[in-house]
Structures are given as C-alpha cells and as structure tokens.
T-cell receptor, first 115, second 115 residues
Framework: DTGVSQNPRHKITKRGQNVTFRCDPISEHNRLYWYRQTLGQGPEFLTYFQNEAQLEKSRLLSDRFSAERPKGSFSTLEIQRTEQGDSAMYLC?????????????FGPGTRLTVL | AQSVTQLDSQVPVFEEAPVELRCNYSSSVSVYLFWYVQYPNQGLQLLLKYLSGSTLVKGINGFEAEFNKSQTSFHLRKPSVHISDTAEYFCAVTRTSGGSYIPTFGRGTSLIVHP
C-alpha cells in the first residue's frame, strides 16, 4: 500500500471555473476526510465519509462545494464557480474506525490557485 | 467542542540544541492528543499520539511529548534538533467517544533550525 494519494497536486484556474480533485485513500480505510488549509493555519475540516455515506459537513462547505465517495473507495471534491478565496491547499486523509485513536493518514494535498 | 492553542507561531533554534513546542487544549470531555509534522508542499505525518497510559509519549525522529491533564498541555520536545527537523508542527485533539472523532488542529508552529 502506497498511502493516500491526491490528484492533481497543483491546479491553477480562473475565477468562475469549476474544478475537481480526487483522493485515493488507503484501501482498507473506511473513513475519508477532506480539509482545507490556508497559509499559516492548521487544517480546517470540510467533510467526511464513512464508506460511501457522507456523515458530516462543516459550515465552511458552501453550496458551491460538493463531495462524493462512490462505492466507498476514492473520493472527489468539486468546487463550482471558483472564487479567489477558494485558493488553498486541499488535504485528504483516511482512517480506520473503530480504530485506536482514529489516527488519520494524510495525502500530499492539492494546491488550488484561483486567479 | 474542543480547541487547541499553539503558543508560538515560530521557534528558531540552532542545530543540536533542545527544543520545546507548546500546545494547550480546551475540552469538556476526554480527548486523544496528536502531534503532526508537515514538510513544505507535503501532507501531514503523524509524529506521536497520546491515547491513554503513560503520560510521556515517544514518537518518530526522536520526538517525545508529555500529557499534563491538570495544565491541559501536550508539549512536544526534542533534546537535539537537526536541520532536517525544519518544518511546520501541528497539535490536534479529538474526542475519545460519543462523536465523529474529527480532530481539531492548532494553527501550527514553524520550527526553523539554523546551522
């Protein structure tokens, strides 16, 4: 197992365009999380899935954001009508729950720049 | 709800000197505690975690942390740092039960090791 992977690693887009990011978790992990990280801040929770079910969404996740995890495997995060304030690092993490302490394994992130 | 305060945004130190990165948390329920490290343009990697038992926890790369319940602290220490320890360090907490186990992260401490 090679860990959590994310694609693309970098995305530059113009304001108003739609973007989609992909996350492939560790294969046996049933939970998958999306976070947003801006410069000088820790990761902020966006949403998480248990298998294919989206169980919680943060208030940070506006209606322009949507996430899916079909079949409980990989996940996609789509941002519609991007705004400059969406520029950030988007991190994906996976974990096995119940597990010991819910240790999360992070991917390398996708850095989004909205011009 | 939980909160995490990392008291120092930046800690400069010379190579081979000891270092302490401070973390205080607030929670009305029992928590698990974590320290993660983030190297430039990478995701987060778990350094160590406190779940139960001994309050002194040893992690990877020679780091250790001590859980102090009365002071609600979980400070990270290393007796002798290397240039390669230059990175961003994040403290995080999560509930031990009755919740979604979503971690709350601090804002991070940038450790800068000078030769």
């Amino acid at each position: 197992d090679t860990g959590v992977s994310q694609n693309p690693r970098h995305k530059i887009t113009k304001r108003g365009q739609n973007v989609t990011f992909r996350c492939d978790p560790i294969s046996e992990h049933n939970r998958l999380y999306w976070y947003r990280q801006t410069l000088g801040q820790g990761p902020e929770f966006l949403t998480y899935f248990q298998n294919e079910a989206q169980l919680e969404k943060s208030r940070l996740l506006s209606d322009r954001f949507s996430a899916e995890r079909p079949k409980g495997s990989f996940s996609t995060l789509e941002i519609q009508r991007t705004e400059q304030g969406d520029s950030a690092m988007y991190l994906c993490a996976s974990s096995l729950v119940p597990g010991f302490g819910n240790e999360q394994f992070f991917g390398p992130g996708t850095r989004l720049t909205v011009l | 709800a939980q909160s995490v305060t990392q008291l120092d945004s930046q800690v400069p130190v010379f190579e081979e000197a000891p270092v302490e990165l401070r973390c205080n948390y607030s929670s009305s329920v029992s928590v698990y505690l974590f320290w993660y490290v983030q190297y430039p343009n990478q995701g987060l990697q778990l350094l160590l975690k406190y779940l139960s038992g001994s309050t002194l926890v040893k992690g990877i790369n020679g780091f250790e942390a001590e859980f102090n319940k009365s002071q609600t602290s979980f400070h990270l220490r290393k007796p002798s740092v290397h240039i390669s320890d230059t990175a961003e360090y994040f403290c995080a907490v999560t509930r031990t039960s009755g919740g979604s186990y979503i971690p709350t992260f601090g804002r991070g401490t940038s450790l800068i090791v000078h030769p």
